[in-house]
């Protein structure tokens, strides 16, 4: 056996599995404070905050008598209330006997139902909260784009002769008028694909009149994780000349042709910023794709994303704006996840989209190898997908300890203890089957 050749492929194993434990512990951390700061403020005491399982190989207690700790199993974590029997707050009997109701009082089980249900509520509540504020970190950071259609900064294509420059605002493309952003995208959308347009733009107060580079051109703007194009070494800026020798002007016909492949090999010439050009042949892979309107569309894709031949001038957002789209960013996310396990469920989908553990890893590590700001864009995607399928009312997760709750305040007392065992068993054993489903999705899928 070739020990050093198997050196890269170590080395690639350890930065997904690094990156998925860095991601996870992110994750669950400020899930797991969710739980303990609102627990704290509403009387709920906290013996343990654990990030990780297993043996703790470090400690330490704080004045309030909480202790935190990590284990030596970096892949999940729990805060255990007083009062509670082990991690996922199963009722400690004998303990809960032998408390006076103050004692009781500072217990999961003993507090009122408000602070029992507000402290379970909190940890996917907390998740959410972090995919916002990551969301509307990026807006702040990169800002939006504005109304008008004015070039802020332009893509490097391999174009002939006259082009845009940076504060150009387009007038009209290919004689058609262009008044704003929106009417700009949907018009040069419409454009048949060609090797230039016309442009007629206001430069420096002056009307300007000229051929340049077709609106959308085939520039990859983004390479997906775990695509075929990332697989042959594309990287966001590589622009598509052709493919299997007919040459292309537009994303849409690159669109087509990977669409009309049927999951055929593809060989594409590509033009690298810097004036360079190589060769690379690739095979689309069959993926159900989420629709703007809802549902989804079932395509061979390669993985890239397309756009504008330009960065439109981007605004700075107040931190409102920015909150606010990071919270529609969020729900899009939290909606297009339902829409798709409802369309696995009904079989519309293959049920291959689920991902265990090993994918999500490897989509961790692919996130990191793209980037901080791609990784940190998927911790916040990830934290929405966790704080989502936390709400499922499954026992054992919080969405099912929120329906027993919610079972109390209607019938005015809890499940009984026996009811609550076997419920919270039977959530365990139907989350137990469904990781071992993702997992085999993750080892069968192609």
């Not at 990780?52 to 004045?63: A, E, K, L, N, Y």
């Not at 697989?231 to 009309?260: C, K, N, Y």
């Not at 689309?284 to 549902?295: N, V």
């Not at 569309?297 to 990071?326: H, K, M, N, Y």
Request: net charge negative; glycine share 12%.
């Amino acid at each position: 056996m070739d020990i050093l050749g198997l050196i890269p492929s170590f080395g690639g194993l350890v930065w997904t599995v690094l990156a998925f434990v860095v991601a996870l512990s992110i994750i669950v951390a400020v899930h797991e404070y969710g739980h303990y700061i609102v627990g704290r403020w509403t009387g709920i005491h906290a013996e343990v905050f654990s990030l990780g399982f297993g043996p703790v190989i470090w400690s330490r207690v704080d004045r309030r008598g909480t202790r935190w700790q990590l284990a030596a199993l970096p892949f999940g974590g729990f805060v255990k209330f007083l009062g509670d029997a082990d991690a996922a707050s199963g009722k400690d009997t004998v303990a809960m006997a032998g408390m006076t109701p103050h004692q009781a009082r500072n217990t999961m089980h003993g507090a009122p139902l408000w602070a029992r249900a507000s402290t379970v509520a909190a940890g996917p509540v907390f998740n959410f909260i972090l995919s916002i504020l990551v969301f509307a970190g990026f807006f702040m950071i990169n800002g939006i784009a504005t109304d008008l259609p004015v070039v802020g900064q332009m893509k490097d294509v391999p174009h002939q002769g006259q082009t845009l420059l940076p504060g150009d605002q387009i007038l009209s493309v290919a004689g058609q008028d262009t008044p704003d952003l929106a009417a700009l995208v949907a018009k040069a959308g419409d454009l048949p694909p060609a090797p230039a347009v016309a442009y007629r733009v206001l430069r420096d107060g002056a009307e300007v009149t000229f051929d340049g580079p077709f609106p959308f051109p085939p520039v990859a703007d983004g390479v997906q994780a775990m695509s075929a194009a990332q697989d042959v070494g594309m990287m966001p800026g590589d622009v598509v000349l052709s493919v299997d020798g007919t040459a292309i002007h537009a994303f849409e016909q690159l669109r087509d042709a990977v669409g009309a492949s049927g999951g055929k090999p593809l060989l594409l010439n590509i033009w690298r910023p810097g004036g360079t050009t190589y060769e690379a042949a690739l095979v689309p892979r069959r993926m159900d794709i989420p629709l703007p309107e809802g549902g989804f569309e079932t395509r061979w894709l390669i993985g890239l994303s397309g756009g504008l031949v330009f960065q439109p001038e981007t605004r700075t957002p107040g931190p409102f704006e920015a909150v606010g789209d990071g919270a529609a960013q969020t729900l899009r996310i939290a909606q297009t996840s339902l829409s798709g396990l409802w369309h696995m469920i009904t079989g519309a989908i293959s049920s291959c989209n689920l991902q265990g553990p090993i994918g999500i890893a490897e989509t961790s590590g692919a996130a990191a190898s793209a980037g901080a700001a791609s990784f940190i864009w998927f911790i916040a995607m990830l934290s929405t997908a966790v704080g989502l399928m936390n709400l499922f009312p499954v026992p054992v997760l919080d969405g099912g300890h929120l329906v027993f709750h919610a079972y109390e305040a209607v019938s005015g007392k809890p499940p009984s203890d026996r009811a609550l065992q076997v419920l919270m068993t039977t959530g365990l054993a139907l989350l137990l089957t469904l990781m071992v489903f993702a997992l085999t999705n993750d080892i069968f899928c192609p």
